[in-house]
């Protein structure tokens, strides 16, 4: 894009440009995404179905659980590169301006001292190596590189919760043991598959340990960097338009579907979208309001089932689609609560009992605020709230199944996890005694 933005464009120029971001974004990005998900997934699936036939146990048993975990991958590098500048923060005397400066000050006030400007520095390094990177994968998200504020509040997170004062980076601390657990899990797994089966049975073990890895490592390639640059991209192209009185700033191009931003870059000058635009982002700004208000809220599934727990058991389930059994809606709770005296049901995303205060939190910025040996209660996870997992001790979705990010993680962290509550974050609040059994997903509310 810089040596096409050097080369003095035209509009048939921004033209096909976006063109070509639109066959990779539609084409080429995807088909890759998906290739990796589903053959690595259904992997995990099938072994799954393999260990019900055989042994009686499915995913969410510890033995399954411990074959399939303590994989290093490049997202967990990433992250530990942050908890190291957290940590060199501190080391450098800088804690306080982490602590009690405001977020968007934060990277002034670094130059203010001679240790600052040296961490500065060093965090400069960083973003140009990891700054290609977006909280999520929208194309109007920022990356890094253009609101280092994002990477900045993960340091702040750190330095805040005391993280960033222990003498190792909290995942590499369990990883040893999670790779002894792992490998004693295989050999005992294999010990009871029949000679002949040994074989084949080891290689699906093989593929579905890359589900775990791939789950978390596709998010970095796929979404979060590849978005960082298409975004980037379609932004210059906003600015193209902007520029001959198209739209009204170069971010309404978000506003405007493929088709509409085809016919703009085609005579630009002629092409007065702003009324679309303007109309657009009033609705979504007002559902972006709506949300902060009122949390998450789904349209209703349309489904010949009588309910939604329904459609996943009878239509679900027997897809076998692995993408939406063990990630987007994740199984159901087998037991009902009331069965075994519990507040709340949800599914094992990795086993172990913990007991203390509740923390509710709906966005990620909001991390901060949790303490260590609370537990999470959040609508989800993403890579942006691995740090959460270092500190909690048990996290509770209120969806997600065993391959959900929450999951994956909780068990790389050996934090007791459960998914797929639906309830948690309208059930539970900040401040309540709350005991977690994640082995049989179970969560009383104490007090």
């Not at 993403?382 to 048990?394: K, L």
Request: net charge negative; aromatic share 10%.
């Amino acid at each position: 894009m810089k040596t096409f933005l050097a080369d003095r464009p035209k509009n048939y120029d921004y033209l096909h440009y976006h063109w070509e971001l639109e066959r990779f974004i539609i084409q080429t990005h995807w088909e890759l995404h998906f290739l990796g998900m589903q053959s690595s997934y259904s992997a995990w699936l099938l072994l799954e179905e393999e260990c019900k036939r055989r042994f009686g146990i499915d995913d969410k048993a510890p033995d399954f659980q411990d074959m399939l975990r303590g994989f290093d991958n490049e997202i967990y590098r990433v992250d530990g590169e942050i908890w190291s500048l957290a940590k060199e923060a501190v080391d450098m005397g800088l804690g306080l301006v982490f602590k009690e400066r405001p977020l968007k000050e934060i990277y002034a006030t670094l130059n203010e001292t001679a240790a600052g400007r040296e961490w500065k520095k060093k965090f400069d390094k960083f973003l140009e190596e990891r700054g290609w990177r977006t909280i999520g994968f929208d194309l109007c998200d920022l990356s890094w590189l253009e609101d280092p504020t994002i990477p900045l509040g993960k340091i702040v997170t750190s330095v805040v919760t005391g993280e960033a004062e222990k003498e190792q980076f909290p995942l590499q601390k369990v990883r040893s043991e999670l790779e002894r657990r792992r490998e004693e899990a295989v050999r005992r797994m294999l010990d009871r598959v029949p000679e002949a089966d040994r074989e084949w049975f080891r290689s699906l073990i093989g593929l579905a340990q890359k589900a775990s890895s791939y789950s978390e490592e596709h998010d970095l390639f796929f979404e979060m960097t590849f978005f960082a640059i298409a975004g980037w991209g379609y932004r210059k192209i906003g600015e193209w338009l902007a520029k001959n009185g198209c739209i009204d700033r170069p971010e309404d191009i978000f506003m405007l579907n493929g088709r509409e931003i085809e016919n703009a870059l085609m005579v630009p000058f002629k092409s007065d979208m702003r009324w679309i635009a303007r109309r657009r982002r009033k609705r979504w700004e007002y559902l972006r309001e709506r949300f902060a208000k009122q949390g998450e809220f789904r349209q209703p599934v349309y489904t010949v089932r009588g309910d939604i727990q329904q459609a996943v058991l009878e239509d679900l389930l027997p897809s076998m689609d692995p993408i939406c059994i063990k990630i987007v809606v994740g199984e159901l709770p087998q037991i009902k609560p009331e069965e075994i005296g519990a507040d709340i049901m949800g599914i094992c995303g990795c086993p172990g009992e913990a007991e203390g205060y509740a923390r509710v939190i709906t966005e990620y910025t909001q991390l901060k605020d949790l303490r260590p040996g609370e537990i999470l209660v959040c609508p989800q996870t993403g890579p942006e709230w691995t740090v959460a997992f270092g500190i909690a001790s048990a996290v509770v979705t209120d969806r997600g199944g065993t391959l959900s990010h929450a999951a994956i993680i909780g068990r790389e962290f050996n934090v007791p996890t459960v998914v797929n509550t639906f309830v948690g974050t309208s059930k539970i609040r900040t401040g309540q005694k709350v005991r977690v059994d994640a082995g049989t997903g179970a969560i009383y509310i104490r007090g």
